[in-house]
């Protein structure tokens, strides 16, 4: 059997990938995930480089599976849509995974569809997806997310394996470690301890590669370090109290990214445990920052 993916990158892509890759994995089949791009003036650089790392991160998850993958640039001068279905004729393929984007109907009647064209014109079956931010669950949000775990101890790192077992997750022990990793891949989150492994540092060295970060701690749970994590960029800061809910959590930061606000709704969620864990009126020692953080957040 042989799958073709018309693949552009994005939320909706990544789900068209992963349905793909449980079919191939179901069949046995060979996967052919393929951008199309018409060339010429209309391209521009930064976009055939997107392009090139979006069909890298494909690759790795097909390969990470145990699938026969070929990935590739398209480029004929044809529409998107001329362009799959020929590519489906030529290789004989069986059936063809897309992603639907969102569109007006203006934008329909002006520009068409790709995914109309080519399931009038497929010579074989056609699968689409879409991606609604506002109705996926958290696990579906976080599955074969590339995840970055730093934490000192072990059986720290055994739970969010068994917790986050949906992503593909990748762990370190120490900052060394941390550093490593972080400098030569790419990370849909990174979950980060505080104490023991020089948290804060490898938070910013997250930044850098603009990895959201969520601040996972036990030892080093005080306002104090609350506010410090926030000022040094946290997307979250999440006592390990509140590990049961990993999850939920993890999949509110990656929303909040796809989403482009900064933070999301953990603080509103955490503010009656911090308020317990902390003592009545805690805010009111650093009353300014916390007023500004409620003005730009939402407290």
Not at 67 to 78: D, F, T
Not at 214 to 228: D, I, R, V
Not at 281 to 290: A, C, H, L, M, V
Request: aromatic fraction near 8%; include cysteine; charge should be negative.
């Amino acid at each position: 059997m042989k799958i073709l993916v018309g693949y552009n990158g994005g939320e909706v892509g990544r789900v068209a990938l992963s349905l793909a890759r449980d079919t191939a994995g179901i069949h046995s089949a060979f996967v052919y995930v393929v951008t199309s791009m018409e060339g010429g003036s209309s391209e521009k650089q930064a976009d055939i480089i997107k392009a090139e790392e979006d069909l890298e991160f494909a690759r790795q998850l097909m390969e990470n599976s145990g699938i026969q993958c070929e990935a590739q640039q398209s480029v004929r001068g044809l529409s998107s849509g001329e362009d799959l279905v020929k590519f489906a004729r030529e290789n004989d393929i069986d059936h063809i995974f897309l992603g639907i984007r969102k569109k007006s109907l203006a934008q329909k009647a002006i520009l068409g569809s790709t995914a109309r064209y080519v399931i009038l014109k497929a010579p074989c079956p056609v699968t689409t997806v879409k991606f609604d931010i506002k109705a996926i669950f958290p696990e579906d949000l976080l599955k074969d997310r590339r995840v970055v775990v730093v934490d000192d101890e072990p059986d720290i790192l055994e739970t969010i394996e068994e917790l986050l077992d949906m992503c593909t997750l990748e762990t370190a022990n120490s900052f060394d470690a941390a550093r490593k990793l972080i400098e030569n891949n790419r990370y849909d989150l990174a979950i980060l301890d505080i104490m023991g492994v020089s948290g804060y540092d490898i938070l910013e060295l997250a930044r850098e590669k603009k990895v959201p970060a969520l601040m996972l701690t036990a030892h080093a749970l005080t306002p104090e370090n609350l506010k410090e994590s926030i000022q040094k960029g946290a997307d979250s800061y999440i006592p390990k109290d509140e590990l049961a809910n990993l999850t939920a959590h993890a999949a509110d930061v990656i929303r909040a990214r796809i989403e482009g606000k900064e933070g999301g709704s953990w603080f509103s969620n955490l503010k009656p445990f911090f308020d317990k864990s902390f003592g009545k009126g805690w805010r009111d020692k650093d009353r300014s920052f916390w007023n500004s953080f409620d003005d730009k957040y939402g407290g």
